[in-house]
């Protein structure tokens, strides 16, 4: 595994993964991870998580649309979590392997071009 640069990661499309597919290893998930910002492992390194402080509940619903959109499109959903009607979270991981894989770097990339209304 090599480590690709967003603009690499978002030329691709996810893959059905239907598991049989070794998931990234710890070291090679932390670099990765140091291509995309914000983006930290969670879950003893078997899934990514970004957070957001956005700046109102409609912001954050306009960007999970957005986001839904790109997972829909790619196959690859992720799971959306929205708290204190402001605190946006994205968590990514392949179901199917119990662990990361190309697929989760590759929406994270996609989610990192989406435009969202921040918290000043």
């Not at 090599?2 to 710890?26: F, I, M, N």
């Not at 995309?36 to 970004?50: A, C, F, N, V």
């Not at 946006?88 to 190309?102: K, Q, R, V, Y």
């Amino acid at each position: 595994m090599s480590v690709q640069t967003p603009d690499q990661l978002v030329a691709k499309k996810c893959k059905p993964c239907e598991g049989g597919v070794a998931p990234y290893t710890h070291e090679e998930s932390v670099e990765q991870l140091k291509s995309l910002e914000g983006w930290y492992l969670t879950h003893e390194g078997q899934r990514i998580r970004k957070d957001w402080t956005v700046k109102h509940f409609v912001a954050a619903m306009d960007f999970f649309n957005k986001v839904a959109d790109i997972a829909e499109e790619d196959g690859h959903h992720p799971d959306l979590h929205l708290e204190q009607y402001r605190k946006a979270s994205i968590e990514l991981w392949t179901h199917a392997i119990g662990g990361l894989s190309e697929n989760d770097f590759i929406l994270a990339a996609k989610i990192d071009q989406v435009p969202v209304e921040l918290k000043k």
